[in-house]
DNA sequence: TATTGTTATACTCTATAACTATA
DNA sequence: TATAGTTATAGAGTATAACAATA
């Protein structure tokens, strides 16, 4: 790991793997965006349009007119704060749960796919990278 | 690699991890399309504007308007090809090259200095599973 | 006629600035 | 006054449709 080359391919694989795996949605009427807010919403629960453009890093009034498409499309609702009149709480509902579900399953098995197509000896490379890759990702 | 669990954790992690280095834009001046392209030409070579938006998986007029905003910028330069009168071949100048250059080399710094923290057994471990990464982003 | 590149136009996502309602 | 959300407007990036030049 000495050289530089290594890090800057590995660096483009993950971009690209990334990217490839993120293309594989339950349907492409939902953008990158509007996915990542109703897949926060699935797994920490409602939010305020506040606490939403500071966890995407995106402005208020992008995280607003991203709440906007997800509410027309009947994935999240809005609700009053009930300490203060100000707040807007954004929920998910059913369909924008089932949306996620059926998101992730698709990401899983493209996934899966392409691991089958691995040989034995692969697989278990890539097992043994995967705690280090976790790490990565989360230091 | 027989159970769900662990593709998809690997997912996550992979994905997670690219959002980090997607994070780490530096202070660039040109949007990731236009480093795409620029990248490009500095590794394959020349390309005409019809291979550009082919090999970008983007309409021709897209790709029309990205070597625009490269070509002002004097990263690029349109030239007549030799063969055939409609078409436009597009080559990468010295400035262009430069920046590759100096904007990859700022992308991987992050990278880099995240792989430091790691033992020298998880690099060796994440070295083995590079080419089978570069495999499953390629399939 | 078919192909290559370009222009015209529109839609999406993002941003900043200004406005409304509430604290 | 300050804060949370919204509206108004503008700047990239992408798309489709129509056009010009060349094969």
Redesign the interface.
């Known amino acids: ?1 000495s050289e ?1 080359v ?6 483009l ?10 293309a594989q949605k339950a349907d492409d009427t939902i953008s990158d965006s509007q996915m990542s807010v109703l897949a926060k919403l699935h797994h920490e629960g409602a939010h305020t349009i506040g606490q939403l453009s500071e966890g995407e ?1 995106v402005t208020p009034p992008s995280m607003n007119r991203t709440v906007n498409s997800l509410e027309t499309a009947g994935y999240v609702a809005r609700g009053a704060a009930p300490d203060d009149g100000r707040k807007v709480v954004v929920t998910i509902t059913a369909a924008g749960t089932e949306f996620v579900q059926q998101t ?1 399953s698709r ?2 098995a493209w ?2 796919s ?2 089958e ?2 040989t034995p000896d ?2 278990t ?6 705690s ?8």
């Open positions: 790991m530089e290594i890090p800057h391919e590995l660096r694989a993950i971009m690209r793997l990334a990217r490839r795996l993120r890093k992730q990401r899983d996934f899966v392409r691991l197509q691995l692969q697989r490379t890539l097992d043994a990278a995967a280090v890759i976790r790490e990565l990702a989360d230091s």
